[in-house]
């Protein structure tokens, strides 16, 4: 199942940032930390993903602890389109096609 | 910008017919998926494809579904006698312009699948 616990629902202001949390204690090595978003049932859209560094986009940044066991996902300015599922995934190449496995997600309400 | 494009939006068959979703996955990707969520649950993968065989496949996909690439730009999920079960969203994906798959999937809007 998920290797991932998030909270399953968070609230932040218009224009405040937004601070996602997940745990991911039992990651492996070569394990990549993925966020993804579910806007209302529409197709999953990817973020960001890291493996140890800190990383930062258009869309967000990622700060990865330094025993990776955790991570957060920074909306910097949450707009209310930014309402949506966030999912964080942890997931490795088999060499092949491997699946994502996405778990409940938090449901992030932006108010305004 | 490049998008995964599904047909159709929207379908209502009857139970035990046959119904076949497609997918037009971004023109540069070399691999492709088939996820479905059921209303009000997770996202669940069903199965990849890639160098045009099936990759990875879950518990989900049992021999009433099949997925094939009949030309180079379509890919497609046929369910071949539904359930109602089967209704739920079904989101194609693909990845991988070179280099190996990565996590990064381009997801479509999705199939809706309603089954009386």
């Known amino acids: 199942d998920a290797k991932t616990t998030q909270p399953p629902s968070m609230d932040c202001a218009e224009g405040r940032a937004a601070n996602l949390p997940c745990n991911h204690s039992?990651?492996?090595?070569?394990?990549?930390v993925y966020w993804y978003r579910q806007i209302h049932s529409q197709g999953p859209q990817y973020i960001i993903h890291g493996l140890k560094n800190n990383e930062t986009n258009e869309m967000a940044s990622l700060i990865i602890t330094e025993d990776r066991k955790s991570s957060t996902l920074i909306l910097p300015h949450a707009t209310l389109r930014d309402t949506a599922v966030y999912y964080c995934i942890v997931w490795v190449s088999g060499g092949g096609a491997d699946g994502l496995t996405f778990g409940k997600g938090t449901h992030l309400i932006i108010q305004p | 910008e490049p998008e995964v494009t599904q047909t159709p939006s929207h379908q209502v068959t009857q139970m035990g017919q046959e119904v076949i979703l497609r997918c037009v996955p971004i023109?540069?990707?070399?691999?492709f998926y088939w996820y479905r969520q059921i209303l009000g649950q997770k996202v669940e993968f069903l199965v990849s494809?890639?160098?045009?065989?099936?990759?990875?496949k879950s518990e989900i996909f049992d021999d009433q579904f099949s997925v094939e690439r009949p030309d180079g730009s379509n890919f497609t999920l046929k369910i071949r006698s539904t359930k109602l079960e089967d209704s739920a969203m079904y989101f194609c994906a693909s990845s991988g312009e070179s280099g190996g798959p990565g996590g990064e999937l381009f997801f479509g809007e999705g199939s809706r699948l309603t089954v009386l």
């Open positions: 494809f890639y160098n045009n065989e099936i990759s990875e």
């Open positions: 039992t990651i492996s090595g070569n394990e990549y």
């Open positions: 023109s540069n990707h070399l691999y």
